[in-house]
């Protein structure tokens, strides 16, 4: 099983999480800028951690096989924190580095006027710079975010075929589907989605523009829960092609939008990594 799970955050995972989503056939990432869990008070935080995604972390996912690419944005949370607000200056320069797939997260957290600001802005930033954009839906009050979401999505002129609209669940799924953007689920290993329900929603909806992701952070999460969907999926009778549909193609198709996608066999690992009579060509990159 190949897979891309376009929305996890590296940056709180460790290297044992990298080396156990290579066994499983994770090969791309998307990383989506987000929050610290503890709240930054200036706009050089943002900087220093859009560094890291566009660098140190897309290095380290590399050594371990894994194509890294990030989204850039403010975040809504922090949409609402006048010291953070500034951060929007500086992402033109972000939206022009390679690796960065989209403007995301970008959406609603409670909803306030300086989100509806914030999400604007960002949203007009997607089409300037001719970007996709990833759109994270409130965890209270989700029916009435999503449908806002969708409003906002609307009104911005973004093409809805170059906007995902994540963290999704049967509730939120049907106004989403009539819209034209791609729907994303975030599967948790023991609240909200996990793969069992994830597949009833497949097959009632059906595969296009479906992507399905760990949302793995600092918080109780499992970068395996793609895994364990697609097994899901395979033990309810769909075929592996149809979980290659979900877990790779899916994801290949929206975020290969943004033209940065870079999706070949890092050196040292798969099958030029096997060994020819007890010699391998590789030096050092990858020991077992
Ligand atoms: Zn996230």
């Given amino acids: 099983m190949r897979i891309f799970d376009p929305h996890i955050h590296m940056t709180s995972r460790t290297t044992d999480d990298y080396e156990r989503m290579y066994d499983a056939g994770v090969r791309a990432i998307v990383e989506p800028a987000f929050w610290l869990g503890q709240p930054r008070t200036t706009v050089g935080s943002f900087t220093d951690y859009f560094d890291g995604l566009i660098g140190w972390e897309r290095f380290r996912a590399s050594q371990f096989g894994i194509r890294h690419h990030c989204t850039i944005a403010l975040n809504p949370k922090e949409a609402n924190d006048p010291r953070c607000v500034e951060v929007l200056t500086v992402l033109p320069r972000y939206l022009a580095k390679d690796g960065v797939v989209a403007v995301g997260e970008i959406g ?74 791609w729907m994303a689920f975030s599967i948790y290993p023991d609240t909200k989605m996990d793969p069992d329900r994830m597949v009833a929603i497949l097959r009632r909806c059906g595969l296009e523009r479906m992507l399905v992701n760990s949302a793995a952070d600092w918080g109780r999460s499992d970068p395996l829960r793609t895994l364990r969907t697609g097994e899901a999926m395979l033990s309810a009778g769909f075929t592996a092609d149809e979980v290659d549909t979900v877990l790779w193609r899916n994801p290949v198709a929206f975020y290969g939008q943004s033209g940065r996608l870079v999706l070949d066999e890092l050196p040292g690992f798969g099958h030029a990594a096997e060994t020819f009579e007890g010699n391998s060509v590789l030096r050092g990159a990858r020991d077992r």
Avoid at 129 to 136: G, I, K, R
């Fill in 108 to 181: 609603y957290d409670s909803m306030t006027p300086a989100e509806d600001e914030a999400f604007e802005a960002q949203l007009a930033m997607a089409v300037e710079h001719d970007l996709p954009a990833l759109v994270h839906t409130p965890h209270r009050d989700k029916v009435t975010g999503t449908r806002r979401s969708l409003d906002v999505v609307a009104a911005s002129g973004i093409d809805p075929g170059r906007v995902i609209i994540d963290h999704l669940n049967e509730v939120t799924v049907d106004a989403v589907l009539d819209s034209g953007c």
